[in-house]
């Protein structure tokens, strides 16, 4: 590739909401445009690189036996409401009709058309186990899009799908897409670990995300430094410090004025906030298909604690889920900054199990200014159910090793899930075992999000000047600069050595305009090629060039005739540290 010819041109000047490094970069660099907000257009660099991605990813897959299909964007809504995904995801699902009014979906995810393949091209367990997967577009309508890259609303995911017989053989392929995933993220240069997590609306038994530690990431993971527990905080769990053992005392209600938070109350009455017990008040949809009704719902936490509202999502099986008004709080018997279970009637009481196992808390009277001191789950109201609903914080004990937890932020690059056979049930992906029993299916799916991974990688590698790309996933690995008045020795020098090296399959971008070496040196910079090879009057006089990594300061002065092993041998010695990146990963369950 010529620059001269290059579809994309650098930028001084970005707009205001590229915030993070490589949105910025990457728009600077002339990698990708936005078109709107959350839909990207990847130039030719920008294409370049995601299909070095791309690649590694198709590898990998194969490497497993996978095998690579497509699958539509546009599906029939019929599929998803089998499943019943059609009732259960919110607007983030773009619904439409098409000429004949029929309802259609653009694709999410694409399990309910593998399971709706499933029932038409398996039909005996000698079949099975199989493993597909494609490289296709998704589309969902987030309503925040933000960072770039790493939040869209369109964009290219790889998910594959396993297919077995059993649960047994679900775990084996399972174990080898969690290696595999390793794999993948250390040939491009990026590091992550694996977290368990929420199951959210694919469901299922299992699931790991893979995550990218930043300070920009949205999820907040929980992690042990003694014995590697390490999960999403949606689904962390924690050692809970129980409070000393007491008989139940008798109630006894209190004058509390001006204390609508529990540290006020603490305060007020001089005792620790895990002496108390917290009210929080939401309204959910529960239901399934289309039969679907708003419940209150009333969670108790330990005053010293958070409630976690995945884990209550989870808990009562919401579809949506959201803060309940003060009219809703008072219809059912409670108050705003008073409130508990206490007397409440038309409310879905879910408890956090530490306030079950405890005795004699205060909590509110359901009145302004008053608390009651001495309540007991269990003797003074009733739980739906007790469950953990707490959220883990950064000191929270452990809940392997007791271990004091670290907390991090961290963007989700990949996951895996365990599906089971939720999808094959509803969609008749049965197969014949080996006694002629009819048997569904058993699922896992596994995705990676192709551009938000790339952005990760511009968000690891950049520096003041710019990106610094790896080199497996740099659109070139070799930059040409040439730095000549006009024709003659320079020109002939970096064509010869251009020609050499896209002849031994390099992929190589000659910069031939005719900018002044500034502009060229600051683009070089600036768009990260890993190897630059300048090429100059004044260095042939003395019969050298001059080679550079991106990722050094040193340059060196290489002769003529050298060069071209020079940089092949360069660009095999940048492989080979990333390959050397390719260990064994211990799983984690």
């Given at each position: 590739?010529?620059?001269?010819?290059?579809?994309?041109?650098?930028?001084?000047?970005?707009?205001?909401?590229?915030?993070?490094?490589?949105?910025?970069?990457?728009?600077?660099?002339?990698?990708?445009?936005?078109?709107?907000?959350?839909?990207?257009?990847?130039?030719?660099?920008?294409?370049?690189?995601?299909?070095?991605?791309?690649?590694?990813?198709?590898?990998?897959?194969?490497?497993?036996?996978?095998?690579e299909i497509t699958m539509p964007v546009v599906h029939p809504a019929e599929i998803w409401q089998k499943t019943g995904r059609w009732y259960e995801v919110g607007s983030e699902m773009s619904r439409f009709k098409d000429k004949n009014d029929r309802d259609m979906v653009l694709a999410m995810t694409h399990e309910e058309v593998v399971a709706d393949l499933v029932s038409r091209e398996i039909h005996s367990y000698k079949q099975l186990p199989q493993l597909v997967y494609q490289l296709q577009t998704k589309w969902r309508d987030d309503p925040r899009p933000r960072?770039?890259?790493?939040?869209?609303?369109?964009?290219?995911?790889?998910?594959?799908?396993?297919?077995?017989?059993?649960?047994?053989?679900?775990?084996?392929?399972?174990?080898?897409?969690?290696?595999?995933?390793?794999?993948?993220?250390?040939?491009?240069?990026?590091?992550?670990?694996?977290?368990?997590?929420?199951?959210?609306?694919?469901?299922?038994?299992?699931?790991?995300?893979?995550?990218?530690?930043?300070?920009?990431?949205?999820?907040?993971?929980?992690?042990?430094?003694?014995?590697?527990?390490?999960?999403?905080?949606?689904?962390?769990?924690?050692?809970?410090?129980?409070?000393?053992?007491?008989?139940?005392?008798?109630?006894?209600?209190?004058?509390?004025?001006?204390?609508?938070?529990?540290?006020?109350?603490?305060?007020?009455?001089?005792?620790?906030?895990?002496?108390?017990?917290?009210?929080?008040?939401?309204?959910?949809?529960?239901?399934?298909?289309?039969?679907?009704?708003?419940?209150?719902?009333?969670?108790?936490?330990?005053?010293?604690?958070?409630?976690?509202?995945?884990?209550?999502?989870?808990?009562?099986?919401?579809?949506?889920?959201?803060?309940?008004?003060?009219?809703?709080?008072?219809?059912?018997?409670?108050?705003?900054?008073?409130?508990?279970?206490?007397?409440?009637?038309?409310?879905?009481?879910?408890?956090?199990?530490?306030?079950?196992?405890?005795?004699?808390?205060?909590?509110?009277?359901?009145?302004?200014?008053?608390?009651?001191?001495?309540?007991?789950?269990?003797?003074?109201?009733?739980?739906?159910?007790?469950?953990?609903?707490?959220?883990?914080?950064?000191?929270?004990?452990?809940?392997?090793?007791?271990?004091?937890?670290?907390?991090?932020?961290?963007?989700?690059?990949?996951?895996?899930?365990?599906?089971?056979?939720?999808?094959?049930?509803?969609?008749?992906?049965?197969?014949?075992?080996?006694?002629?029993?009819?048997?569904?299916?058993?699922?896992?799916?596994?995705?990676?999000?192709?551009?938000?991974?790339?952005?990760?990688?511009?968000?690891?590698?950049?520096?003041?000047?710019?990106?610094?790309?790896?080199?497996?996933?740099?659109?070139?690995?070799?930059?040409?600069?040439?730095?000549?008045?006009?024709?003659?020795?320079?020109?002939?020098?970096?064509?010869?050595?251009?020609?050499?090296?896209?002849?031994?399959?390099?992929?190589?971008?000659?910069?031939?305009?005719?900018?002044?070496?500034?502009?060229?040196?600051?683009?070089?910079?600036?768009?990260?090629?890993?190897?630059?090879?300048?090429?100059?009057d004044r260095g042939l006089k003395n019969g050298i060039v001059e080679f550079k990594l991106r990722r050094e300061e040193q340059r060196q002065e290489i002769p003529v005739e050298d060069a071209f092993e020079h940089v092949v041998a360069a660009v095999e010695g940048l492989y080979n540290e990333l390959?050397?990146?390719?260990?064994?990963?211990?799983?984690?369950?």
């Amino acid at each position: 590739m010529r620059m001269s010819r290059l579809f994309s041109q650098t930028l001084r000047d970005i707009t205001a909401d590229a915030e993070v490094a490589s949105h910025q970069l990457l728009l600077r660099a002339g990698f990708i445009r936005q078109l709107a907000s959350g839909i990207f257009s990847y130039l030719p660099l920008g294409h370049k690189a995601l299909r070095k991605v791309e690649e590694i990813i198709r590898g990998e897959m194969d490497a497993i036996g996978g095998q690579e299909i497509t699958m539509p964007v546009v599906h029939p809504a019929e599929i998803w409401q089998k499943t019943g995904r059609w009732y259960e995801v919110g607007s983030e699902m773009s619904r439409f009709k098409d000429k004949n009014d029929r309802d259609m979906v653009l694709a999410m995810t694409h399990e309910e058309v593998v399971a709706d393949l499933v029932s038409r091209e398996i039909h005996s367990y000698k079949q099975l186990p199989q493993l597909v997967y494609q490289l296709q577009t998704k589309w969902r309508d987030d309503p925040r899009p933000r960072s770039g890259l790493i939040r869209v609303r369109e964009f290219t995911m790889k998910d594959s799908y396993s297919l077995d017989a059993d649960w047994e053989g679900l775990d084996k392929q399972y174990r080898v897409h969690y290696q595999s995933y390793f794999n993948i993220f250390n040939r491009c240069g990026l590091d992550v670990i694996a977290v368990s997590s929420d199951t959210g609306m694919m469901g299922g038994e299992m699931a790991h995300e893979y995550m990218y530690l930043t300070p920009i990431g949205e999820d907040t993971l929980l992690l042990c430094d003694g014995c590697g527990y390490a999960a999403n905080r949606q689904i962390a769990t924690f050692a809970k410090k129980a409070n000393p053992k007491e008989e139940p005392a008798v109630q006894e209600k209190i004058a509390t004025p001006d204390t609508a938070t529990i540290d006020d109350l603490a305060r007020l009455l001089e005792m620790p906030a895990s002496k108390t017990a917290k009210a929080v008040f939401m309204m959910a949809t529960l239901g399934k298909g289309e039969e679907k009704e708003d419940k209150f719902i009333l969670a108790v936490v330990r005053g010293d604690m958070e409630v976690n509202e995945t884990k209550l999502a989870n808990a009562v099986g919401a579809l949506e889920m959201w803060p309940a008004s003060e009219a809703e709080i008072r219809a059912v018997g409670s108050e705003p900054g008073y409130g508990s279970p206490i007397g409440v009637k038309g409310a879905l009481i879910i408890v956090d199990d530490a306030v079950a196992s405890a005795t004699n808390l205060v909590a509110g009277a359901n009145e302004p200014g008053f608390h009651v001191k001495n309540v007991n789950c269990g003797r003074d109201y009733e739980a739906e159910q007790v469950v953990d609903i707490a959220s883990a914080r950064e000191g929270d004990g452990c809940p392997r090793c007791a271990a004091a937890l670290r907390a991090v932020r961290g963007v989700e690059t990949g996951n895996i899930f365990q599906l089971g056979t939720k999808f094959t049930e509803a969609l008749g992906g049965d197969f014949l075992d080996a006694n002629g029993k009819a048997q569904p299916v058993v699922m896992g799916s596994y995705g990676i999000g192709v551009g938000r991974m790339l952005a990760c990688i511009a968000e690891e590698y950049n520096d003041d000047n710019g990106l610094v790309w790896p080199i497996t996933v740099a659109p070139f690995q070799v930059h040409i600069v040439l730095l000549a008045k006009g024709e003659g020795e320079a020109q002939d020098v970096a064509e010869k050595l251009y020609g050499e090296l896209t002849g031994r399959g390099l992929d190589v971008i000659l910069d031939d305009r005719k900018d002044n070496p500034g502009v060229k040196f600051k683009d070089a910079d600036l768009i990260g090629m890993p190897v630059r090879v300048t090429v100059g009057d004044r260095g042939l006089k003395n019969g050298i060039v001059e080679f550079k990594l991106r990722r050094e300061e040193q340059r060196q002065e290489i002769p003529v005739e050298d060069a071209f092993e020079h940089v092949v041998a360069a660009v095999e010695g940048l492989y080979n540290e990333l390959e050397e990146r390719v260990v064994e990963v211990e799983y984690e369950k």
